[in-house]
């Protein structure tokens, strides 16, 4: 294997490459049993109908009664990694596809719009089994769900025979408390009421965690051996049965994610998908069955070729595989060997700029080292973040070296588009998991794809930039010439990462002055964050002012500049332990709200993906807390746990002193900073002081920096060589950004 990825690092193309195994079907198939696990490369259209239509009911906009949602659409279905999936598109959603309204007219624009297949074929009694991760949006509904419908106007009767999992579901009639914990388990033989019932069934376990659940319901239409009745299973345990209204007409089974009307909450995403792993469908046969009658059994259905399709990628010769052999005829073909065609050149611009060229080899490369370890593609490419970070793929904490030069083109090139900040949050893959130690690779929570580190990048360096009177007065923001130079400094002392003080309510309302800054910082592969904080961002009262506003802001930010202009996330300076009414160092309860504070800020910018950091000083890891529970705790091994990266404030004139305070047990402490940190796989940044301070000289490197300017950059040097065995969990800050520019200056 490290043959293997020796060769193909080197660009050697051998036929020492092992073939590659075949498919695998994931389950055993008869021809009773109807089982599709989603291994071709698009929908089988033998076995599924793709839907084009709406229900769910109407609201009032404006006077008029318009339908609630855009209905399902053949867009939103694909297939990819051997997986079903189903998009919706929520109350946030701005992209090109269209709804389709319950008359069959187009809408105006793609909100609440779902997708939905079903089988061709009808089945009755049987076992129906689907392993899924549903949608963990609230207002989206991630449902399976059997159906029949007829229609006799004459006596006026309506037969809906129908058996349904919805989720997310509610502990009662009353639709209020919804969520992923509970499902909707119901049966209905018509619309009416007395034709119905809904189980309003407690799973027991949040179904929206991220993982793939099986969920299976048993339908016994009954015979001499079986009662009629319905068993609900979830991850094979027996949860619901319902013995009321119990169909016994065929049906076809559908999979679909769409928009109820209220009952399931509010939409507020993007958008959102439901990924389903197989399909198992076992007949039983019973005597009970009743043949299908359904009036309408051809309407509703779009093009099965509208759905989101590719060949394979870097299938250059179309023989349904991408292997070695497809590397070789792209080579072959780029030396301008005779005789060599490319069959599909299409599925070799892996670049996706129109041309074939020594790029798309490259990425051809990359792919093949990753394809030669199955788990990648198994496993980790497509899983959400929380999942690879639950099952040890990943780091939870982000990578923290910079992302610029070869890596930062070689993975543009492949998600065919610019690096965006506030999205695109890179992760080291554990390479023990994968049993990889000759190649490292990164993993993009909002691509949820692998980047080979195919170039070495510098550690990560932040500086805090307040905008107090000399910025204003040297014209940093106002002066695009200053504020290269300034920049400048900062790329001097090998900052990567800013941390730009302003004002929430400001950020919105000088996008221009901001968009500049952070675009002017982007063009160097600098990130740049919202530094807020206030010592008395404590209790849950500041929480409106501390941290939804905060993020809210952020967020409002992003969505009205360009993809180079948009900040990364938050920064926070809230030195809770200066102020004297908490008593910090002496009051349990204080440091209990600390915590509080931080973990639903943690959370609050998770669910806006944003990142945050918390800046704490050394001396945290002395101090522990009590718990709701009762429990004593830690304070900085919580806070590690909680978060992703966390700011020691180490300042110190040496390196030595400075690596003693974050490496070595404090008196009266337990541990070691770097102990918690990389139990709890978070990262800690460094925090060293570059300014005069009344403190006294023994917390900053001002005297020396100031004789020798960039004589902190040596120390930063020695600290990451004496603490290289915390290289995936280091990275460094400097305090702070304005005398870094004066200093630099002074050389000019």
């Not at 809904?198 to 009954?222: C, E, L, M, P, S």
């Not at 009266?668 to 460094?686: M, P, Q, T, V």
Request: charged share 25%; hydrophobic share 35%; with cysteine.
């Amino acid at each position: 294997m490290k043959k293997i990825l020796s060769l193909l690092m080197s660009f050697a193309v051998s036929a020492l490459f092992m073939p590659y195994a075949s498919h695998q079907v994931k389950a055993e198939q008869n021809s009773d049993v109807f089982y599709d696990d989603f291994s071709g490369n698009s929908l089988d259209s033998d076995k599924w109908l793709v839907a084009y239509k709406n229900w769910g009911g109407k609201v009032t906009e404006n006077g008029v009664k318009v339908d609630y949602n855009g209905g399902v659409i053949p867009q939103n279905i694909s297939v990819k990694n051997e997986n079903l999936i189903l998009t919706g598109n929520g109350n946030l959603y701005n992209g090109d596809l269209k709804g389709i309204n319950k008359d069959g007219s187009e809408r105006s624009d793609g909100k609440r719009t779902g997708a939905a297949i079903a089988t061709k074929e009808y089945f009755a009694s049987g076992s129906y089994e689907v392993r899924a991760k549903i949608s963990p949006e609230f207002g989206a509904c991630s449902a399976i769900w059997t159906f029949e419908y007829e229609e006799d106007w004459d006596p006026g009767k309506i037969t809906n025979h129908e058996i349904d999992i919805e989720m997310p579901g509610r502990p009662k009639s009353a639709i209020k408390n919804q969520n992923f914990q509970y499902a909707l388990c119901n049966t209905w033989i018509g619309e009416n009421d007395g034709e119905y019932k809904t189980g309003y069934t407690d799973i027991g376990v949040n179904q929206a965690d991220g993982n793939f659940h099986k969920y299976r319901f048993d339908w016994h239409t009954g015979d001499e051996n079986e009662e009629a009745r319905v068993d609900f299973y979830f991850d094979d345990v027996l949860t619901y049965t319902s013995k009321e209204y119990i169909p016994t007409n065929e049906g076809r089974l559908w999979l679909g994610l769409w928009f109820p009307n209220a009952w399931a909450g509010v939409p507020n995403f993007e958008t959102s998908t439901f990924e389903i792993d197989y399909v198992k469908i076992t007949p039983f046969h019973e005597s009970g069955d009743t043949k299908q009658n359904e009036t309408y059994p051809d309407d509703g259905w779009g093009n099965i070729e509208d759905i989101a399709t590719s060949s394979v990628k870097g299938d250059v010769n179309a023989d349904g595989k991408f292997n070695i052999a497809d590397a070789v005829i792209l080579q072959k073909w780029l030396l301008a060997f005779p005789d060599v065609k490319l069959n599909d050149w299409k599925a070799a611009d892996l670049c996706e700029d129109g041309k074939l060229n020594v790029f798309d080899l490259c990425l051809m490369k990359q792919e093949l080292v990753l394809s030669q370890n199955n788990d990648f593609s198994k496993k980790l490419i497509g899983m959400e973040y929380r999942e690879a970070v639950a099952n040890g793929y990943i780091s939870k904490s982000e990578y923290n070296y910079q992302i610029s030069g070869e890596l930062k083109s070689s993975i543009e090139k492949k998600m065919n588009r610019p690096l965006d900040y506030s999205v695109d949050r890179f992760y080291l893959v554990n390479s023990d998991a994968f049993n990889s130690d000759t190649v490292q690779y990164l993993y993009n929570s909002a691509t949820k794809d692998v980047y080979m580190i195919n170039a070495k990048t510098k550690m990560n360096c932040a500086t805090w930039y307040w905008k107090g009177s000399k910025a204003s007065l040297y014209g940093i923001d106002s002066d695009i010439e200053v504020q290269n130079k300034f920049l400048d400094a900062m790329e001097f002392y090998g900052i990567t990462e800013i941390y730009y003080s302003i004002g929430a309510n400001k950020l919105v309302n000088n996008t221009d002055t901001v968009a500049t800054f952070v675009k002017n910082a982007y063009a160097r592969n600098m990130k740049v964050y919202l530094l807020t904080g206030e010592n008395t961002w404590l209790y849950e009262d500041t929480y409106q002012t501390a941290i939804y506003r905060i993020f809210d802001r952020v967020e409002e930010y992003n969505k009205s500049v360009d993809a180079d202009a948009r900040i990364a996330g938050v920064s926070y300076d809230a030195e809770v332990w200066t102020n004297s009414e908490y008593n910090w160092k002496n009051n349990d309860s204080t440091r209990y709200q600390q915590i509080q504070f931080i973990k639903t800020a943690q959370q609050y910018a998770d669910s806006k993906k944003l990142s945050v950091s918390y800046c704490l000083p050394f001396w945290i890891t002395r101090y522990n807390y009590t718990d709701a529970d009762g429990t004593t705790k830690n304070i900085y091994d919580s806070i590690t746990q909680i978060s992703n990266n966390t700011i020691l404030m180490a300042y110190r004139d040496s390196a030595s002193a400075v690596e003693k305070l974050v490496a070595q047990v404090q008196n009266g402490a337990e541990k070691s900073a770097f102990d918690y940190a990389k139990a709890n796989d978070c990262n800690l940044e460094i925090g060293l002081q570059a300014a005069q301070t009344s403190e006294g000289d023994y917390v900053t490197f001002y005297e020396e920096e100031k004789e020798n300017t960039g004589y902190i950059n040596s120390v930063i040097a020695e600290i990451q060589s004496d603490l290289s065995e915390h290289q995936n969990h280091t990275t460094f800050a400097i305090h702070h950004a304005i005398p870094l520019y004066e200093y630099y200056e002074n050389i000019e």
